[in-house]
C-alpha cells in the first residue's frame, strides 16, 4: 500500500465529541490551521464540543481563552485541552478546562433482562466529510453524509456510509475479515478491509447500494439489500 501524506489535522470521535490533534508547528500556525478547516467545514464542526491534544507546547491563559473565544464564534466548544507540559495543565484548569478525557466509571452491578440486545460499540457522524479530513473510532462507524475525495475513515469494526463513498475508507483495521463496507454509492478512492485493497471498477449507469466484504481472500462487492440476508 503506498501511504498518503500525514494531514496536519487529525480528528478522531470520541465520547464527548471529537479530539483534535494538530501537526508540529509553532501554536500561530497550529491555531490557523484549525481556525481554516473549521471555516471550510462550517457544516462539520457546527455545534462540535472539541478537545485538543497540544502536545508538549506551554500555552498561557492568553493563548487558550483567545482560542476559546474565536471558536466560540464559529458555535464550536473547546472543553478540554490535554498536553505534556504542567504550565499549560494548569493554566487550562485555571480557565475551567478539562485536561483529562474521561475514563468510565464503574456502575452499580444491575442484572440485565433477559430481552436486552447486546450490541458493540459505534459512532454516527451526521454530515459530510471533505477533503482533508481523518475520521478514526474505535468500533463500527455511520456516516449519514457523503464522504469526499481526499476524506479518509478509519475503523477496527464496519464502516456504513449512507451517502456517496469517494474517499478512503479502511475497515477492520485491526485485523477484522468479518469487517464489511457498505455505501449507498460505493466509489472509493481507495477501499481496504483488515489487510486487503480492493481494486475499485468503474460504475456505469445509476449508482446502487453496495456492501464490500472479504470472501476467499479477495475484497468482493455485490448489491446492498439488506432483506435478502
Not at 62 to 79: E, G, Y
Not at 178 to 185: R, S
Not at 207 to 215: G, K, L, N, T, Y
Request: one cysteine or more; proline letters at 5%; glycine letters at 10%.
Amino acid at each position: 500500500m503506498i501511504g498518503k501524506p500525514r494531514t496536519a489535522l487529525q480528528i478522531k470521535g470520541i465520547k464527548e465529541g471529537l479530539l483534535i490533534t494538530l501537526g508540529d508547528s509553532s501554536w500561530e500556525e497550529q491555531q490557523e490551521t484549525l481556525l481554516k478547516n473549521i471555516v471550510e467545514q462550517t457544516n462539520f464542526f457546527q455545534g462540535a464540543r472539541i478537545a485538543l491534544e497540544v502536545g508538549d507546547l506551554v500555552l498561557n491563559a492568553v493563548d487558550l481563552s483567545t482560542l476559546r473565544d474565536k471558536l466560540s464564534d464559529h458555535q464550536v466548544s473547546l472543553w478540554a485541552v490535554i498536553g505534556n507540559s504542567s504550565a499549560t495543565e494548569k493554566t487550562a484548569q485555571t480557565l475551567g478546562l478539562a485536561t483529562r478525557l474521561s475514563t468510565p466509571k464503574p456502575d452499580r452491578t444491575i442484572q440485565p433482562l433477559d430481552t436486552n440486545l447486546t450490541g458493540e460499540s459505534a459512532v454516527l457522524v451526521r454530515r459530510t466529510l471533505r477533503s482533508g479530513f481523518k475520521l478514526a473510532y474505535q468500533g463500527h462507524v455511520v456516516v449519514i453524509g457523503d464522504v469526499n475525495p481526499g476524506a479518509e475513515v478509519i475503523a477496527p469494526g464496519s464502516i456504513v456510509v449512507w451517502g456517496r463513498l469517494r474517499g478512503v475508507v479502511h475497515a477492520g483495521a485491526e485485523g477484522d475479515d468479518h469487517a464489511v463496507v457498505c455505501a449507498l454509492d460505493l466509489s472509493p478512492m481507495q477501499l481496504r478491509i483488515g489487510n486487503l485493497i480492493a481494486t475499485t471498477p468503474q460504475h456505469k449507469g445509476k449508482p446502487q447500494p453496495e456492501i464490500a466484504f472479504i470472501q476467499e481472500g479477495q475484497v468482493m462487492a455485490e448489491l446492498w439489500n439488506p432483506r435478502e440476508k
